[in-house]
């Protein structure tokens, strides 16, 4: 739990969720290499070899979708928060399932080729000007070598390393490498025309993580909007207590455009910088826990009052003033020094006695 390098540690819950991705990932696999055979047209059956490398890369089309959509969806809808957790280890099954396709690719199409493996596969399909054999295969080395580049650098030593903002940026490349993703499927396993089932599958999952990028971004736009709205007297207002459940945060955009998460806790009220020192995971899309404000991404916690994790760690973050009128919150957009305590507002119908 620290900004400077210190793995974070494992729990139970993440045994639980790298055991049920690769009980899942077992799972598809398994069951493609059933199924497909039922679907090949019996005049152009396909052999084992083509469905494992099927099976490998659609699996990992389909998990690349799936951490696309993780995001919005936690953004939607907080019962998908958990799901934020570990993204790394399923980015990086991800990359592994990735490099498998490639070897059945190598495996089987190139085994016996007089030239060096790659180079045939690099001067397989030159046809540029035209779908069929266009050299979809370029679209898919780049997406591999970006997913390579995100799943060798995902350990908390390159976060440290690279500093927080620059990893972040660096890991943002995995856009990049859906793109060209959907592009390798698009100019390589859709013209297989006989097969529609497939096609409509791919198509849906990128059609998918787009909509849900659009409809989050809607919410966080109407949400900013909202939030931007007349400062009172250089404060701005938040939202109605009872809009915060009991040990969550609420993210408010302020007018310098920096984020800040108020917390409901205790019957009190406390607001911190929206940004984990760890990896600028959202604060206010975490909880409350054992007291303190809990990152969703990696749990890495931070004391409410005054922003700063609890012994032995030393991370602190920027808190802010905050006021009640009526059921109004209104927050002071300047931010304090990382680590200032600020004297949590009491809630009156919680503390009345």
Not at 77 to 105: E, K, M, Q, S, W
Not at 108 to 133: C, E, I, R
Not at 176 to 186: D, E, K, N, Q
Not at 268 to 288: F, M, V
């Amino acid at each position: 739990m620290s900004h400077t390098y210190r793995p974070v540690l494992w729990n139970k819950n993440k045994y639980w969720y790298d055991a049920v991705l690769i009980v899942g990932v077992t799972l598809y696999l398994l069951v493609f290499l059933k199924l497909a055979p039922e679907f090949q047209s019996v005049t152009r059956p396909v052999d084992v070899p083509i469905q494992r490398m099927r099976a490998f890369g659609s699996c990992a089309f389909l998990m690349l979708t799936v951490i696309l959509c993780i995001g919005p969806l936690a953004r939607l809808d907080r019962r998908f928060v958990p799901l934020l957790y570990n993204r790394r280890h399923f980015g990086v099954l991800t990359c592994i399932v990735a490099l498998l396709h490639l070897r059945y690719v190598l495996a089987w199409y190139y085994s016996f080729s007089p030239t060096q493996d790659f180079v045939a596969l690099l001067t397989s399909n030159t046809s540029f000007g035209q779908l069929l054999g266009f050299p979809f295969e370029l679209f898919g080395i780049f997406a591999l070598i970006i997913l390579i580049i995100l799943a060798v650098t995902s350990h908390d030593f390159w976060l440290s390393f690279l500093t927080p903002p620059v990893w972040k940026t660096l890991h943002m490349g995995i856009y990049f490498a859906y793109a060209s993703l959907v592009a390798h499927v698009a100019f390589g396993y859709l013209q297989d025309v006989d097969n529609p089932l497939f096609a409509l599958v791919f198509m849906g999952g990128a059609l998918l993580v787009v909509a849900l990028h659009v409809v989050a971004g809607l919410k966080e736009s109407a949400t900013d909007g909202h939030r931007d709205g007349e400062a009172h007297q250089n404060w701005v207002p938040v939202c109605d207590v009872d809009e915060i459940a009991n040990k969550r945060g609420r993210v408010v955009i302020l007018p310098n455009d920096e984020r800040a998460a108020v917390f409901r806790y205790d019957g009190k009220l406390s607001a911190l910088s929206n940004l984990c020192a760890h990896q600028n995971g959202p604060l206010g899309e975490g909880r409350i826990l054992y007291g303190c404000v809990t990152c969703p991404w990696h749990g890495f916690q931070y004391r409410p009052a005054d922003g700063r994790a609890p012994a032995p760690f030393t991370e602190k973050l920027p808190t802010y003033r905050l006021k009640l009128e009526g059921n109004m919150i209104f927050i002071d957009p300047k931010a304090n020094p990382a680590g200032t305590y600020v004297e949590p507002v009491l809630i009156p119908e919680e503390n009345a006695s």
